[in-house]
């Protein structure tokens, strides 16, 4: 059976999950499918006077054989506030909506994964992932952009014993909505992760990137997560987060919820 040997924290657009994988000869022979929900919730003033809270809610499949992994995730999203999110995250304020809130159907991403299995022998984990967003969300309640987005990443991971460091290195390519001059963002992760035993680990990890917004600094978060094998085909993962810089969330935290069969 697949071990998945990330966090599988909520990363739907945020550029910060990490998602290397072993997998075994039996399991190369079969796909095998997950989905998952849960919920992410962040506030923060991202540089304006009025904080902003975003509510994210996704609902997620994954289908997996060999070295391949396709996954789509569709949000539910409610945010609060002046900020702008941008590919699932908030960022600086804009004129969108300077009070009240609005909800709704988000962006949609699209991802495929490809694992270099011929590493596996040397304890060391490289996926490759492109990903495309789809813009179903709301440009005119502030919900995203309007337009496509591409994106590309290299996750690395190397086991040691219990204890696994890890990192993540991306480029986003920005749609730019009308009267917004949107940058590509350049994203990045460190990380490390320790499994106490079969069925708990327990990571933390440091996200940075560059702003999509030519004047605003670059987000920076940090990350703490609980993962929990609950059964053979259920897990949970429990994190918490916090900023580093006056365009990143001041705290949040969430949990996903997956079930696996095949």
Known sequence: MKKVLASGVLAAGLGCSFSAQAQD?????????????????SS?????????????????????????????TIPWVRVSGPALLLDGSAETATNLRTSGAASGIG???????????????????VDLTGRIKAPAASFQK???TG????????????????FMPFATLGYRITG??????????LYGTLGVQYSWVDWLTTGVYYDVRRAAVKTAVAPQEGT??????????????????????RNSPSAGGGLVLSYRWR
Not at 57 to 66: D, L, N
Not at 152 to 161: F, M, R, S, T
Not at 176 to 185: D, I, M
Request: proline share 3%; hydrophobic share 45%; no cysteine.
């Open 25 to 41: 000869a039996f399991a190369d022979a079969f796909w095998q499918y997950k989905a998952g929900t849960g919920f992410d919730f």
């Open 176 to 185: 730019r909505p009308k009267g917004y001059a949107l940058r590509n963002v």
């Open 44 to 72: 923060g003033y991202y540089g304006a006077a009025k904080r902003t809270e975003v509510l994210y809610i996704p609902a997620t499949f994954q289908a997996s054989k060999g070295p391949w992994t396709l996954k789509a």
């Open 107 to 125: 962006d949609i991403s699209l991802a495929a994964t490809y694992a270099l299995e011929s590493l596996y022998t040397y304890g060391l984990y």
């Open 142 to 144: 502030g919900l995203g």
């Open 147 to 162: 337009e496509w987005d591409e994106a590309a990443q290299i996750d690395i991971a190397k086991a040691w014993g219990k």
């Open 224 to 245: 703490a997560y609980v993962n929990v094998r609950l059964a053979d085909d259920w897990s949970i993962n429990v994190y918490g987060m916090t900023g580093f810089s």
